[in-house]
Structures are given as C-alpha cells and as structure tokens.
C-alpha cells in the first residue's frame, strides 16, 4: 500500500484497487483493500508512535529545541487536526485526529490532540505552535500549567493590558513595517484578564515579496523576542506538509473514504511522507541530488525542492530505469561518445537505491 501510495500519489480506494498488484478479480482487490483499512492493528499508537518516537530520538538531540505545530486542513466533509514536529523546514505528523465538524478546533479538541504528544515528548525541549486559531488564552494558560513553552498567534482585535496602562486592542499598538516589540507582564483578555504573560510583535516588510497588512501578534511564555521570532517561523513547514500530502504530493483531498477508513489511509501516508523525506535527505548527503532535479534556478533564492520531493522523484527515476531498462541501454549504445557520463549516471542511481 505503501508502495501503491509513492509510486501513484493517489488515495482513492478504487483507483488503489486498480493498481493493486494481486492476479484476482477487480471487485476482490477493493473488498480486500476496504477490509485492510478497517484493520485493528492499523492503530496510530500501535505502529504510528513508536515509528515517530524512533525517528525524533535518532534526529533530534535532547538539547536541541523542537517545534511542535498544530494546524488544520478541510475538504469537503472532512476536518483533520494535525500536530506535527518540524524538521528540515517540512513537518512530520505525530498524531491527528478528525474533527466531527466544520470550523475550528475548541480548547478540549486542542487539548486531546496534544496531550499525547506532550507527554512523547516529556524529555524534549519544545515549543508548540498555533497560528491565530489558536489564540485562545486558555489554551496558553493551559500549557503554561503543563510546564510547556508556546508561542501562539493572537487576533489584531484582542485586548491586552500593560503594566499601569487601560486595556487596548492590539491593532493600536504604534507599530510599522520592520519595527519589533517584546512586551512583559501584560494581561490578555478584557473580560477575563488573563495574565500575566508576554507578547511578541514583529510586523514583516515583506513575506513573498508582497506587503504584510499586519503584524504577528505572538503570545508566547518565551524568554526573549528573538527565539520567540525563530520558533513561530518554523511553523510554515506544517503548510508545506499539508500541500505535499494534499494537490503537491498525495491527492489527500480526492479520498471519499469514510473516516475510518481514512483515518488509516493517513496513517500509510504518514509513513510514506517521512520516508521520501529521510530518502532525499540521505541522495543529498551522497551528492547524487544532482541526477534529481536543478541545484540552481534563475531568480530563486531558495531552492524549491524539498527532501520530500527528492525522496519521491530519485524512487520514481530509479524504478522507471529498470522498466525501461531494455529501451535505455539501446538509447545508451547509440551515444557510445557519452559513454563515462552514464557510466557517472548508473553509480548514482546504484546509491540512490541504497537509500530506499
């Protein structure tokens, strides 16, 4: 299934069915497939947990500092809420549920989906991640009670209190593209005056080279400006994470499984994900990602190509080779000046197969 899943990019359990390689009629590969994904033992804590658990302890020091995410992402009926550890500016799901409803999360559906993981990751040092969805002070009150650092994006219209100043909306604190402010000790919430705690602001001149309407109002238990400004842009990888297992990578959002049924389909793509993803990082480190994809592109300053993608694409261009492989060397011989660039070629998809 797996398989199925990195080579066809497609969740569609009668598309699966039709790519499934068993010699048995069609309409017996869809039951099996169906009653596969209704399996017990396709739990998240069973095989998911221990997996993630593994690979943080093999990537993450315990004196390093991990970003902890939490986002959601809707299509039709569906609502999946997502927590997921950055790593490599793309996010790793650690657990996830489906939410009953349209629209967002509440502060019980916030705290069932991160109480798990905070105690995973009781030994770690980390900070969880919210964007303005998650601005509620419960919630940071909540975390700050679990002994957890936060940085939480706030709504410009949420009142705030500075030490010996009247309640004010954020959106008139004095702030102008390129001016930052870390502000200690105030009360959040004028009705119930939450507190105190601290607020980070940072208004971006430009983010993808257009104009910021407004700041990040960051409410954060923090020590200083800087890492609190350092941990909430990490939180973009969760984005990234949600485009490649949804129109950039897996088509999640053409599934019209039930939730059950989806809920492990997930799972599948959960390990899929993070194994194209561990595979383009180890091409990189063997030097081969240049067989993947450019290294440069005019007028780019980032490159676009994930591990993720890397991942992917150095799998896809090593099985095409060997299904072609009757065609390619016909092609080879008739270019025999070309002889030592392919010779180079087929040592770099030999290591690249080593790292699938």
Known sequence: MIGLLQ?????????????FPQPILFESRRRYLQRFLLLPQLSVALLWFPIIEHLIETYFGKSSRLFVTLDRTQWKHYNLFVVSVIWS???????????????????????????PVIKMLKDYNFVVLGDREFHSVELATWLQTMGVAFALRQKANTYIQEEGKNFQQLSTLELSPGMKKFITGVKVTKSKGFGPLTLACYWKRKYKNRNLDEPWYILTNLESLKETLTAYKARSGI????????????????????IERLNRLVLLIAIAYTSSGLQGNKIKQLGQQKYINRLQEASRYQRRHSNFWIGQYGLLWTVGMEFWSDLAEQLMRTKSNKLPFFQRGQRAMTLIQYTL
Do not use: T
Request: glycine residues 6%; charged residues 30%.
């Open 7 to 19: 080579f066809h990019k497609e969740v569609r359990i009668e598309r699966l069915a039709a790519l």
């Open 239 to 258: 984005e990234a994470m949600f485009k490649d297992c949804k129109s950039g990578g897996y088509n999640l959002e053409g599934s019209k499984a039930s």
């Open 89 to 115: 500016k793309r996010a790793w799901p650690i657990y996830w549920i489906f939410l009953e409803k349209r629209g967002c999360s509440n502060l019980s559906e916030q705290q069932a989906l991160l109480r």
